[in-house]
């Protein structure tokens, strides 16, 4: 048994699962109150049938007998002491120091004399941990992050992206196709794209997007944007309809945003001046009433648009004073 060996008796961890597992259905209703219906039972018979059947392949397998462990300890002629433990654990430590040990579940922890520390999982995880506290680890999938020892975190997925985090919680994502997201810890969050366009979402709701030709323009939460061109040009777009156009040499030229749009009637052919956005229209002459009607939009309304191709159909409904009468015309 090796010089300096000790014995004492314990149960594997296998023989903990099963009595767990009993116990757990020993603790189920004798009553079968648990249960829905008949179909319920019937499952339940076969499940707990199951489970003795697993139970009896367990204690007469060779593989997976439930065997008593005896605690040893022995050392080889190279100095090297291996220690097997009540539970299936196991310790070795060699003569330069290195230490591994094997816990009962199959994890190898190796811990090297220089503060490196290995651990190897049984469903291949491999974390490897340096001494100023940097570590990489290593996934089944091909995932690998790695930590410095100031919190900085890349992790690498197995399609090639990569997620970067920042020690004050900031977040870079990078996509196979050339996309980046920074999020920082106050909720804003960046996106840059392959073709030089950004847009940045800030917390207050602002939204600034730049394109790679210089051009730049700031939308605010009350409607209102500023756009700001390579030749220096800025146009400020107020949630009023004032427009502000400031161009390179300081020149400020005013406007505002065309809020009507000029119809005729298709009755009387009088010129009407109607909001934009208006669905429907009164001639002041004829008494005709006019609805906007995009085509792509079945059987719904659209605003009321200029005469273009791309506008719709209007139609025109004529009141009388003893009756309704309907006739549909092209605008």
Not at 49 to 67: G, N, P, Y
């Amino acid at each position: 048994m090796g010089a300096g060996a000790s014995m004492s008796k314990g149960y594997n961890v296998a023989h903990k699962e099963l009595m767990d597992q009993l116990q757990r259905e020993a603790d189920k209703p004798m009553d079968a109150s648990d249960l829905a219906d008949f179909e319920a039972a019937k499952e339940e018979v076969r499940r707990v049938r199951k489970l003795f059947q697993d139970a009896r392949e367990k204690l007469t397998s060779e593989h997976q007998v439930f065997k008593v462990y005896e605690k040893t300890e022995k050392t080889l002629e190279d100095g090297t002491k291996i220690t097997l433990n009540e539970d299936g654990s196991k310790v070795v430590v060699k003569p330069n120091g290195v230490r591994i040990a094997t816990s009962a579940d199959g994890t190898i922890t190796q811990n090297n004399p220089n503060g490196v520390t290995i651990v190897k999982r049984p469903n291949g995880q491999v974390l490897q941990t340096q001494p100023d506290g940097s570590s990489v680890e290593k996934h089944p999938d091909g995932t690998m992050i790695q930590t410095s020892a100031d919190g900085l975190k890349l992790e690498v997925a197995p399609d090639g992206s990569k997620k970067q985090t920042m020690p004050d919680g900031t977040t870079v994502q990078r996509y196979k196709d050339g996309t980046t997201m920074q999020t920082n810890p106050d909720g804003c969050k960046i996106v840059q794209y392959s073709d030089g366009r950004k847009i940045q979402h800030n917390p207050n709701g602002t939204i600034i997007e730049t394109n790679a030709d210089g051009y730049k323009v700031q939308t605010m939460v009350d409607g209102s944007k500023f756009e700001f061109f390579a030749n220096g040009t800025r146009i400020d777009t107020m949630s009023n309809g004032d427009v502000i156009e400031t161009l390179a040499d300081g020149t400020q030229l005013k406007r505002k945003v065309e809020t009507t749009v000029c119809i005729h009637c298709s009755q009387c052919q009088t010129i009407i001046n109607a909001s934009r956005g208006h669905a429907i229209v009164s001639c002041p002459i004829c008494r005709h009433i006019m609805v906007a009607n995009q085509s792509t939009t079945p059987g719904g309304l659209a605003p009321l648009n200029e005469g273009s191709s791309s506008g719709g159909l209007l139609f025109c409904h004529r009141f009388w004073l003893r009756g309704f009468e309907t006739s549909l015309v092209r605008s």
